[in-house]
Each structure stands twice: as C-alpha cells, then as structure tokens.
C-alpha cells in the first residue's frame, strides 16, 4: 500500500492510501482531484476518513459519495451532515480493502472535536500538527490544544506526519524567530527548500523531526520559553503559558 497526496485549493493535501485495486482518502476538501484521481488509476473507493468539521476538508464529501458509495468516517460530535460513521477516542477504523487498521485519537483544541487517525506507523492529524507548527485554536482553549499535542508527542519518533497543508516554509520563518540557534531547525529547512524548489511535498515528516524543530511541541525548551517571555514582557514558565504566547505570536508573524 502506498501513500500518495492529491492537491486540492491552494495549499490542501487530500491524503490517498492506495494499494493496486482500492483507495482511501482523507479530508477530500473538493470532490474533483479525488474523482480524476480514481478514474485515472481504475481505483474503488473504500473508505472516506474526516479529521474535523472545516469545509475545506469535508467539502467534496457529498459529491464523492454520489458516484463512489463508502463509509465515512469522522468526529462524533462535529456537524458533518456526510458521516457515516462517527467515531472518538479508542474506536477503531478498519478498512480491509487496504489491510489497514487506524486507532482514533480526539485532539480538540483547532475544533470542538477534532480527531486524528494512528496506524501505519503514520498519524493523519489534519489542521492540529503542522510541519514546524500548528493550527488556529478556533473552537477550544489553549489547554485543549496544548494537551492535544502533548497527545501526539507521546507517539514513537519515527511516525510519519501526514497533515492537512503545505504551510512548512512560512512555519519555518516563525519558527526561526522563537529558536534562532537551533541547528536542527535550519538543517530542516534547507531540506524542505530543496524539496518545495523542485515541487515536492515536504510531508509527511516524522515526529522525531517535530520534536526537534517545532516550537509548539517544545515549549519546555529554555530558548522557546525565553522568547515567549521576550514576546509579552512578561515571566511565565509553565508550558501551557508558553504555548498559548506562542500561539498569539504566530497569529500575528
Ligand atoms: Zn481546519
């Protein structure tokens, strides 16, 4: 089975799990690159999987569904009119078409009730982690999306990252205003240039990566709790405090 990304809008990945007879996908935001997609390679569709509520990455369900009839999974306690399948933390998705088995994780904080899907050695985290960042806390607290992370952080190094855009660059010019000497951060973003020059995808990435380079998931760091400190002129120190500076800052970078 093979992992493949569909381009939709402007800088949306809808994730594709493929093997040579059946396809998934993940967040199809529009309808068109997934039908082309599955026409072009003679695929069926087995499963749609939803992270959150946001058309962007729900909104080419309905029309999918027409010529492609499938299960839908997605957050239980979002307004996704489409879901057939409601699922939370501890379900299970099983698709058998692919051999793939995904454990769901509830990640609020960017929504309500944002999932994410863990299996593969790959978590599909939609607009929660980003490559070198994270999403807009728009319907929970910063608590929420600080635990959320936390969540996530827990998971082996070597998961795969498969998020919802291609933001990796412009994160990166954030990231380097919290961490200027981190080492890590500019050997990535080499990397990720030469990869974006040449038209490729920076993702997915891997959480060992993450946890070097992304300063939301490092806000127990020295030199990022000294830059959120630098940012409200203040003294804070409990991660949650950092985190939520940080947040703000980047709304307004
Ligand atoms: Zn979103």
Redesign the pocket.
Known sequence: MKIVPLKAFKDNYIWTLRNPTHAAVVDPGEAQPVLDYLAAERLQLAAILAT?H?P??VGGIAEILRSHPCPVYGPKNEPIPTLTNPVSEGDHVRIPELGAEFSVLDIPG??RAHIAYYGLESLFC??TLFACGC?RVFEGTPEQMYASLDKLLALPDQTKVYC?HEYTLANMQFAKAVEPANAALRAREKRDQALRDRGLPTLPSTLGDEKATNPFLRCREPAVVESANKYLGSRIGDPVSVFSAIRQWKNTF
């Open positions: 959150h946001h962007d990455h960017h929504t939609g607009d999403g919802g």
